[in-house]
């Protein structure tokens, strides 16, 4: 089910959100883990029992943990808890991917297990692992294995994130207020996040669409590709961010913020701090640091850099060019680190253009179907294999997109909302957004449902991983 869906938005959203603050309190999370199982078996019942399974077992392993916390056996059950998790992710998402290259290596033809990939499996997994991992840490373990539950397969942030931690939730998973200035602030977020999503992202993405089918690729068109790819991916995963946040609120609970204007960063390492925050201080709290982070050699680092970026790319996908894509932005920062990150503080103009480029490029790579594709794009970019500068085709669809594309542009900053704080530092000007925000949103509703009923283009990006 999607966020983006008539079905989720007039039946399962009204109706799980009735049921949850008509119930009582000790039933609460119940009524939110139902709704949750309901939720996720929508689209693949089977894969419910898949998602239990893990579930159980990481409620039985963080008791264990918890008994064994300081001793050998407490280190046995967290690393053994942390490779069935994985053993799970590696099946069903990895297994064909290596079989595929050893075939390749070997000359052999071992069948391929072609299993389908659980949807959120990348992201539940996650939490599971910094659930045992926190416990290990010093964490109470959750004795309530309802709420146990909740946690990992929670709706609002379970198929796409963010990825939520135990320890940033645990306390609201037994105390959390609601209110309706929290809940209307929900609303808010969600609703801005499904416009990110259904008037942006999915236009954007229709114009990729149309670029991979295009008989006249040129130069331009190949400029206006990745300009509207970089977008794409952008408001398609912030707009469902802003969706799991919204919806976060509206059921009492806070989840950290998962994008910052990443675009306007003066470096790829910012760019790296403003973006997929969840992910990346996952990779850093629980991969990077345990490696030893930045506290040893020069040497050493880079490796741990390397180790680190190798897997947020294959997180992403079991390809090739995910893996090149997180390498490529390893090198990027190795650079940064070494000599770049000085030069890059004294121009702000070149080092926001340095990284809208590598931005694009990296992009690029992530949306190949194979290396192959990627390499013939970036080629494309400086019109090398003879590939003209113009065609008729990208002109007219860059006047046909221009608008959107604008408007993504200035969206993508914090232009709007610093207007906003600004106008709302008045107190006429506050009273006149009060009045009027109630009814912007509910247009903006309309219009969505609108496009919606229309059954435009409308994938979840984020949801292959």
């Known amino acids: 089910m999607l966020f983006s869906s008539i079905t989720f938005l007039y039946y399962f959203l009204p109706l799980t959100i009735a049921f949850y603050f008509l119930s009582p ?11 949750s199982l309901i939720f996720y078996a929508w689209g693949e019942p089977k894969y419910v029992f898949l998602m239990a399974s893990l579930i159980v077992l990481g409620y039985g392993f963080g008791r264990l943990v918890e008994t064994y916390r300081g001793k050998k056996t407490g280190q046995v ?3 053994l808890s942390i490779m069935i998790s994985l053993s799970f992710l590696v099946y069903f998402k990895y297994a064909d991917f290596f079989i595929t290259n050893f075939n390749a290596i070997t000359g052999l033809g071992i069948p391929l297990l072609k299993v389908v990939l659980p ?4 992201f539940y997994t996650f939490q599971m692992i910094s659930y045992i991992v926190d416990i290990y840490r010093g964490e109470e ?38 209110s309706w200035d929290r809940a209307a ?24 669409n149309v670029f991979r089918g295009s008989d006249e690729k040129s130069v331009l068109f190949y400029w206006l590709y990745a300009l509207a790819f970089g977008l794409h991916i952008y408001f398609d995963f912030s707009g469902y961010s802003d969706m799991a946040i919204g919806l976060g609120k509206i059921f009492g609970f806070q989840f950290l913020e998962n994008f910052n204007y990443p675009y306007i960063s003066a470096s790829i390492t910012e760019f790296w701090r403003r973006w997929h925050i969840s992910l990346g201080s996952w990779f850093r709290d629980y991969v990077y640091i345990p490696l030893g982070g930045n506290r040893v050699k020069k040497g050493r680092q880079f490796f741990n850099i390397l180790v680190v970026w190798m897997l947020t790319g ?5 390809a090739w060019n995910f893996i090149v894509w997180g390498l490529f932005f390893a090198v990027l920062l190795m650079i940064e680190k070494v000599w770049l990150l000085k030069y890059l503080k004294e121009s702000k103009i070149f080092s926001h253009l340095y990284v809208l480029f590598f931005a694009m490029i990296s992009f ?17 970019l400086f019109g090398i294999g003879g590939v003209p500068l113009v065609s008729a085709q990208a002109l007219y ?9 604008v408007v993504a542009m200035v969206g993508a900053t914090p232009a709007i909302q610093n207007i906003i704080k600004k106008v709302s530092c008045k107190s006429v000007g506050e009273k006149i957004l009060n009045r009027i925000e109630p009814f912007v949103l509910l247009v903006l509703l309309l219009v969505i449902t609108a496009y919606l009923v229309d059954g435009s283009f409308n994938p979840f990006l984020y949801f292959r991983f």
């Open 25 to 35: 309190k000790r039933l609460k999370n119940m009524v939110l883990l139902l709704s």
């Open 77 to 79: 059950f967290c690393i």
């Open 119 to 122: 949807i959120g499996i990348s």
């Open 141 to 178: 373990a959750q004795k309530n294995i309802i709420n146990m539950a909740a946690y990992i397969a929670m709706f609002p942030q379970l198929i796409a994130g963010p990825i939520v931690r135990y320890s940033d939730i645990a306390k609201q998973l037994e105390e959390r207020k609601h």
């Open 185 to 208: 602030e929900g609303i808010r977020r969600f609703v801005i996040g499904l416009a990110k999503k259904v008037l942006l992202a999915n236009q954007l993405g229709e114009l990729c």
């Open 314 to 318: 294959f997180w992403h996908g079991a």
């Open 364 to 380: 690029i790579i992530f949306n190949a179907q194979d290396m192959g594709q990627a390499f013939s794009d970036i080629k494309g």
């Open 397 to 405: 669809y860059l006047y046909s997109f221009f608008v959107i594309i």
